[in-house]
């Protein structure tokens, strides 16, 4: 491999991941709520206001985060980001056991807690290209309102949706 090897293939990895849109693409069906209207929804920084933030399942949000050093995570989150950061809290509720995805147009660190602690992820993954949805983290979860962590955000705004895996 020439040295220049490695700078080229990560030049075409930034080329393939930055690839121009020209329409919006279907995502699919457990994912649909991505496509329909987003809610707008502001982050808590605080868990016991965490409800206030309640994420609905299967709808994307449009949320308002806060500069990390303003909010109180219930645990250190795996990335915490730095003071130029943004997190939030939100809750959400699951009916029935399963697995669940929750996806984002970000790259910020996602921790679901579950009575008091961060579940292991059970995958990884990115959205459909062009759909917007950037990356995707899967849980399995049991029934209840749990609370998610989001950490080390870029931005301020992020889009966010819970939704079952089909």
Same mark, same amino acid.
């Given at each position: 491999?020439? !040295?220049?090897? !490695?700078a080229?293939a @990560? ?5 393939? #991941?930055h690839?121009a849109?020209? =329409?919006?693409?279907?995502?699919p069906?457990d994912? +649909?709520g991505?496509?329909g209207?987003?809610?707008p929804?502001?982050? =808590?920084?605080? &868990?016991? +206001?965490? /409800?206030?933030?309640?994420l ?5 949000f449009? +949320?308002t985060?806060? &500069?990390?050093?303003? %909010?109180?995570?219930?645990? #250190?989150?795996?990335? !915490? ?7 939030g809290?939100f =809750?959400?509720? $699951?009916a ?6 929750i ?7 996602v921790?679901v807690? $579950?009575?008091?602690? =961060? ?5 990884? /993954?990115h /959205?459909?290209?062009c ?5 995707? $983290?899967?849980y399995?979860? &049991?029934?209840g ?5 989001? @950490?080390a955000?870029?931005? +301020?705004?992020?889009?966010?949706? %819970?939704? &079952?895996?089909?």
């Amino acid at each position: 491999m020439t !040295p220049a090897a !490695p700078a080229l293939a @990560a030049e075409a990895m930034a080329a393939h #991941e930055h690839a121009a849109c020209t =329409a919006p693409v279907a995502v699919p069906a457990d994912l +649909a709520g991505w496509s329909g209207a987003h809610r707008p929804l502001k982050a =808590a920084v605080k &868990p016991a +206001a965490s /409800g206030k933030a309640l994420l609905v399942m299967g709808t994307a949000f449009d +949320a308002t985060l806060a &500069p990390t050093p303003k %909010v109180d995570y219930v645990l #250190e989150p795996g990335k !915490p980001g730095g003071s130029v950061s943004f997190g939030g809290l939100f =809750a959400f509720d $699951v009916a029935e056991a399963g697995r669940y995805r929750i996806a984002q147009n970000g790259r910020s660190w996602v921790d679901v807690i $579950v009575a008091g602690k =961060a579940l292991a992820s059970a995958a990884h /993954g990115h /959205g459909p290209e062009c759909s917007g949805i950037t990356k995707m $983290v899967e849980y399995d979860l &049991p029934a209840g309102r749990h609370l998610l962590q989001i @950490a080390a955000n870029g931005e +301020a705004a992020l889009t966010v949706m %819970v939704a &079952p895996v089909r």
